[in-house]
Structures are given as structure tokens and as C-alpha cells.
């Protein structure tokens, strides 16, 4: 069983930045984010590989950046020119399957984007 904990959320103005941490308690295949708003499903932001591939939602390409360090098992999610409608809990994801949806999800953090 893979543990993730999650760190970084909280509330910023429009056009600001957040940066968003997971650690996982072990080595991990793929790791990456997913949001959920109030009233709407689960979506993908963004998921990383242990060997540096990348998949991003077009609503955050150009914005978000996916990144890992593998020697400490962490994925981060820098979040540059957040909007409004990027406001969600942000949801760590890891697992062995690429592309996709993987079992181990972390406690959420809140971001919140409002003036």
C-alpha cells in the first residue's frame, strides 16, 4: 500500500502561483494530479512518469508545470496564472499504469483562486 501526502494548497488572487507537493512512501511508476470542483467529476491536470513523460489537460497547458524527483519520491505541480476556475481540491495520484488512472490517491488540498 502506497502512502501519498500531499502539502502546498491555499487561497491566491487571480494571476497568482501555487505550487503543490506529494510524497509517496515508496517508488512509484506514474504520479500526477487530479481536481475536482464542487458539482463536477474527477478531471486529470497532470501526470509524470519516473522517466519524465508528461500529459497535461489543455485548460492548464502553458500554466502548469509537472514535475518529479525521484530520489525523494515526490511529484510537485507548479501553478503559475491561476484563474478562478482553477479552484478545486487538488487530489495526488500514483500508481503503475501510464496512461490512466492509478489506485492510490492522497487527502486533497484546497487551491483556491479569488480576489
Known amino acids: 500500500q502506497v502512502q501519498l501526502v500531499e502539502s502546498g494548497g491555499g487561497l491566491v488572487q487571480p494571476g497568482g502561483s501555487l505550487r503543490l507537493s506529494c510524497a509517496a512512501s515508496g517508488s512509484i511508476f506514474t504520479m500526477g494530479w487530479y481536481r475536482q470542483a464542487p458539482g463536477k467529476q474527477r478531471e486529470l491536470v497532470a501526470a509524470?512518469?519516473?522517466?519524465?513523460?508528461?500529459n497535461y489537460a489543455d485548460s492548464v497547458k502553458g500554466r502548469f508545470t509537472i514535475s518529479r524527483d525521484n530520489a525523494k519520491n515526490t511529484v510537485y505541480l507548479q501553478m503559475n496564472s491561476l484563474k478562478p476556475e482553477d479552484t478545486a481540491v487538488y487530489y495526488c495520484?500514483?500508481?503503475?499504469?501510464?496512461?490512466?488512472?492509478?489506485?492510490?490517491w492522497g487527502q486533497g488540498t484546497q487551491v483556491t483562486v479569488s480576489s
Open positions: 495520484n500514483a500508481g503503475r499504469r501510464w496512461p490512466g488512472r492509478n489506485d492510490y
Open positions: 509524470c512518469t519516473s522517466g519524465g513523460i508528461t
